[in-house]
């Protein structure tokens, strides 16, 4: 029952990504003729919160951050390993 539950879960994410980037990123070249720089890049920015939003919901899934308290407050360059996804999603919404 659990890799059918999986199954369903995965097809439901799918169907969700699927169903948000295609409007997501026609709105995205529409507000390219007006908006440039940081600004067009932190609204597309936010269809990646929303796959999260959509993995937390649909999938469960919960992310733990270890270290940022060690951070500094200023500019840094992170170096991940680019293992899955998760991360070029995450990294903007942080």
């Given at each position: 029952?659990?890799?059918v539950?999986?199954a369903?879960?995965?097809?439901?994410?799918?169907?969700?990504l699927?169903?948000?980037?295609?409007?997501?990123?026609?709105?995205?070249?529409?507000?390219?003729i007006f908006?440039?720089?940081?600004r067009?890049?932190w609204?597309t920015?936010?269809?990646?919160?929303?796959?999260?939003?959509?993995?937390?919901?649909?999938?469960?899934?919960?992310a733990?951050?270890?270290?940022?308290?060690?951070?500094p407050d200023?500019?840094?360059?992170?170096?991940p390993?680019?293992?899955?996804?998760w991360?070029?999603?995450?990294?903007?919404?942080l």
């Open positions: 029952m659990g890799r539950l999986n369903v879960r995965s097809a439901l994410f799918v169907l969700w699927t169903a948000t980037v295609v409007p997501w990123a026609v709105l995205v070249l529409l507000v390219s908006v440039r720089g940081d067009l890049y609204f920015a936010k269809w990646m919160r929303m796959a999260i939003w959509g993995a937390r919901v649909i999938c469960g899934v919960r733990r951050l270890h270290g940022m308290d060690r951070l200023s500019a840094v360059v992170l170096l390993k680019h293992q899955s996804t991360e070029t999603f995450a990294f903007p919404c």
